[in-house]
């Protein structure tokens, strides 16, 4: 086998707000491998700012996997423990390698036989943006929608309320992602506020690592709390392990790019399940090239709950995808990975 990568930028339609600031592109990385006439191709979704393994010697990495690709995966899975995008993308191009055309996880899924539910995504902005997304997914038949919040929470608060006011918890299922946005007194009195609106969940609702106050939160919150970039940099089992059985949180978040591709999210999972602990998989930012493989994969895991995998319309010069969402319901069909 032979293997080489290249750097590719998306570009964002629109510059879409978090609090940790608003972003314009997408730094990623596609690795291509061939074997005799095949090829397998796959995406290190490294996410600036966010993932573990933003670090200088990250192309030096790349390069080294490209260089030692017929070494013994669980030899390549050690040395790029540190790496979990880098992992993630060689997982994709293996299992592309072996399945052919966009196919990474054969299932009725990507037969076109059935579809995974997803949640609509709604970014930071001003109340009219924010506003007109909302109503765009509503239109479109969302039954979940997931808010990001944080920035200016008395003006997200108040579009939470007035879509309570239309819409009951039976009709619309609210999540709300705060990305580590407040301390953890201002997360006391959101999480109160959130109750009192019947919403489904918050991820992150204050900085990951304090894992003291994220056990107080979770201990005595009156709405499910989420584990997103807590999980973020724990590769050893036991310390999963430790995390999840000292936190108790009542949902984690998987982003296959962050923890470590689909055999990281396959440990979280199983030790999830063992304590209680619900679960769904997003997406993080990936291009259609990593989405596809994500989407495949998250329908093996067989959740009846909305899944974060809305985010392949985002970007101007995105591949082109096998992916079509009808309403809030994500489709596979024939299409071409190829730049």
Not at 149 to 170: A, C, M, N, P
């Amino acid at each position: 086998m032979t293997a080489k990568y290249f750097k590719y930028l998306l570009q964002f339609k629109r510059p879409s707000g978090t609090s940790r600031g608003v972003l314009l592109d997408k730094e990623t990385y596609i690795l291509e491998v061939f074997d005799k006439d095949k090829k397998g191709i796959g995406e290190c979704a490294i996410f600036r700012g966010l993932s573990f393994d933003d670090r200088p010697d990250y192309e030096e990495k790349l390069q080294w996997l490209c260089e030692n690709i017929n070494h013994n995966p669980d030899f390549l899975k050690d040395e790029l423990k540190e790496f979990p995008s880098i992992w993630f993308g060689y997982e994709q191009a293996m299992l592309n390698l072996q399945h052919g055309k966009n196919i990474y996880f054969p299932s009725e899924f990507t037969e076109g036989k059935s579809a995974i539910t997803i949640n609509g995504l709604i970014w930071m902005g001003d109340v009219e943006y924010m506003q007109e997304q909302i109503t765009d997914k509503l239109e479109n038949g969302f039954y979940c929608i997931k808010l990001k919040i944080g920035v200016d929470w008395q003006s997200e608060y108040t579009i939470l309320q007035e879509l309570r006011k239309t819409f009951t918890k039976d009709q619309l299922e609210i999540r709300v992602d705060a990305n580590g946005g407040f301390t953890k007194e201002e997360a006391k009195i959101v999480l109160r506020q959130l109750a009192d609106l019947e919403i489904h969940s918050i991820e992150q609702p204050i900085k990951a690592g304090n894992w003291d106050d994220m056990t107080e939160l979770c201990f005595d919150t009156p709405i499910p709390i989420a584990l997103d970039e807590e999980l973020i940099g724990i590769t050893d089992y036991l310390e999963k392990k430790k995390l999840l059985e000292t936190i108790k949180p009542q949902y984690i978040i998987l982003k296959p790019a962050l923890v470590g591709g689909f055999s990281g999210s396959d440990e979280w999972i199983f030790l999830a399940e063992k304590t209680n602990i619900g679960w769904w998989i997003t997406s993080a930012l990936e291009s259609n090239i990593g989405l596809n493989a994500i989407s495949q994969y998250t329908f093996t895991k067989k959740s009846n709950m909305p899944q974060g995998l809305g985010t392949g319309n985002l970007f101007t010069n995105n591949f082109s995808s096998s992916l079509h969402l009808d309403g809030d319901k994500l489709f596979f069909e024939t299409g071409i990975l190829e730049k």
